[in-house]
């Protein structure tokens, strides 16, 4: 009688064969696909406005700077007055490339030929974190915590 019990049990759940079961799973698995995908789109879409913003303010430094080098210039005629405008250039036309320009596709292009070619870079070192050494660090850290309460 006991066998007849947990087979009603184990039949009123899912089998992993059952392609109900699995067309279920694949559709959770796409969903968290997207979802990730949509969550990272807008984390770039906002480092891509951080570098627009950025760039506005280094604009106003560079146009500032550039009056106050031009007008040191025409007062002393010395061409060394100018001298600070060569490495602010060179400044103001990254971040111009990084908010405007194609910077972002060649650092794309660039990740992926690193992934192809040279995806010996992209290990972890120690390699992928396990369940025991995850529950190995949270039980150091709660004995850390017990040991020393004040330093939390």
């Given amino acids: 009688m006991g066998n007849k019990s947990s087979s009603n049990i184990s039949s009123s759940y899912p089998q992993h064969d059952d392609p109900a079961y699995r067309k279920c799973q694949e559709l959770k698995m796409e969903r968290w696909i997207q979802m990730h995908y949509q969550i990272k789109e807008r984390e770039e ?29 025409q ?41 192809e070619h040279e995806s010996e870079l992209l290990h972890w070192p120690g390699g992928l974190p396990t369940v025991a050494t995850i529950d190995e660090g949270r039980v150091e850290a709660e004995m850390e915590k017990k040991m020393h309460p004040h330093h939390s």
């Fill in 45 to 73: 879409a906002i480092q891509i406005a951080r570098n627009r913003e950025l760039f506005y303010w280094i604009s106003g430094f560079y146009l500032t700077s550039m009056f106050g080098c031009i007008s040191i210039y």
């Fill in 75 to 115: 007062r002393t005629r010395r061409p060394i007055s100018l001298l600070p405008m060569v490495p602010l250039s060179f400044v103001m036309g990254y971040y111009a490339d990084l908010a405007y320009g194609s910077k972002i596709h060649r650092i794309k292009a660039e990740a992926n030929m690193i992934m």
